[in-house]
C-alpha cells in the first residue's frame, strides 16, 4: 500500500512570503495526485490536480510540481485568504485515492 | 448549479446503525463517481470509497472494507453511506464528493480528482 507524507505538518510565514509543501509517496504515482485546500471551518477545495494543473478559478499564486515520489505545491505570495490546511491526494488505476495528512498554514 | 445535498446530523449509540444519504443535482447522477471522505475531530481527510451509480460498481479503501457499505439509487439520484454497528470512533463528519477526470492528450492519460463536495453530515455517537 503506498503511504503518503507531506511536510511541514505546520507552518507560519507572513504576508508575502513564498511558501512550499512537499508530498512524498511511498512508491512512485506518475504523476497522478491532487491538491486541496480546506479553510477552517469550510469544506475542502480543489487546487491542482495532475501535479501540476490549476483548477479554473483558482489563484495563479498557487503552483504545483513533481512527479514519481516527490511533489510540491507552492503559493508564490502567501495572502491572509490562504490560511488553510493542504492535503495531497494520490489515486492508482483502481480508483483507490489516499489523502496525505494534511499541512497547516498561519500567517505570522 | 452541480450540487450534493447531504441529509441531517446524526445523533446515535453504540451498536446501531444508521444509513446517510447524498443526492446529487444539477448534473447527471449515474456518470460520476460519487465518494465518502471522513474527517475526524480536528483530524485530517480520509478517503473512505467510491461508488459509480451508473452500474453499483463499488471500490472501498482497504482502511473501510468491511466498515461501512456504500450504495447508490440512480433512479433518485442519491448515494449512501451506511453502518450496520456503530461505534464511538465513527464519531466524525462525512463528506459526500463527486469524482470528475480529465484526459490530457500529451499524457495520453485520464487524471482523476474531486471537484464537488458536500456540506458534510455530522454523525455522533455516544451512549
Known amino acids: 500500500d503506498i503511504q503518503m507524507t507531506q511536510s511541514p505538518s505546520s507552518l507560519s510565514a507572513s504576508v508575502g512570503d513564498r511558501v512550499t509543501i512537499t508530498c512524498r509517496a511511498s512508491?512512485?504515482?506518475?504523476?497522478?495526485l491532487a491538491w486541496y485546500q480546506q479553510k477552517p471551518g469550510r469544506v475542502p477545495k480543489l487546487l491542482i490536480y495532475?501535479?501540476?494543473i490549476l483548477q479554473s478559478g483558482v489563484p495563479s499564486r498557487f503552483s504545483g510540481s513533481g512527479s514519481g515520489t516527490d511533489f510540491t505545491l507552492t503559493i508564490s505570495s502567501l495572502q491572509p485568504e490562504d490560511v488553510a490546511t493542504y492535503y495531497c491526494?494520490?489515486?492508482?488505476?483502481?480508483?483507490?485515492?489516499?489523502f496525505g495528512p494534511g499541512t497547516k498554514v498561519d500567517i505570522k | 448549479e452541480v450540487q450534493l445535498v447531504q441529509s441531517g446530523a446524526e445523533v446515535k449509540k453504540p451498536g446501531e446503525s444508521l444509513k446517510i444519504s447524498c443526492k446529487g443535482s444539477?448534473?447527471?447522477?449515474?456518470?460520476?463517481?460519487i465518494g465518502w471522505v471522513r474527517q475526524m475531530p480536528g483530524k485530517g481527510l480520509e478517503w473512505m470509497g467510491i461508488?459509480?451509480?451508473?452500474?453499483?460498481?463499488?471500490r472501498y479503501s482497504p482502511s473501510f472494507q468491511g466498515q461501512v457499505t456504500i450504495s447508490a439509487d440512480k433512479s433518485i439520484s442519491t448515494a449512501y453511506l451506511q453502518w450496520s454497528s456503530l461505534k464511538a470512533s465513527d464519531t466524525a463528519m462525512y463528506y459526500c464528493?463527486?469524482?470528475?477526470?480529465?484526459?490530457?492528450?500529451?499524457?495520453?492519460?485520464?487524471?482523476?480528482?474531486?471537484?464537488?463536495w458536500g456540506k458534510g453530515t455530522t454523525v455522533t455517537v455516544s451512549s
Open positions: 512508491q512512485g504515482i506518475s504523476n497522478f
Open positions: 461508488i459509480y451509480p451508473g452500474d453499483s460498481d463499488t
Open positions: 464528493v463527486r469524482h470528475d477526470e480529465a484526459y490530457i492528450a500529451a499524457a495520453s492519460a485520464y487524471y482523476y480528482y474531486i471537484d464537488v
Open positions: 491526494q494520490k489515486y492508482n488505476s483502481a480508483r483507490i485515492f489516499t
Open positions: 444539477g448534473y447527471s447522477f449515474p456518470i460520476y463517481w
Open positions: 495532475a501535479a501540476s
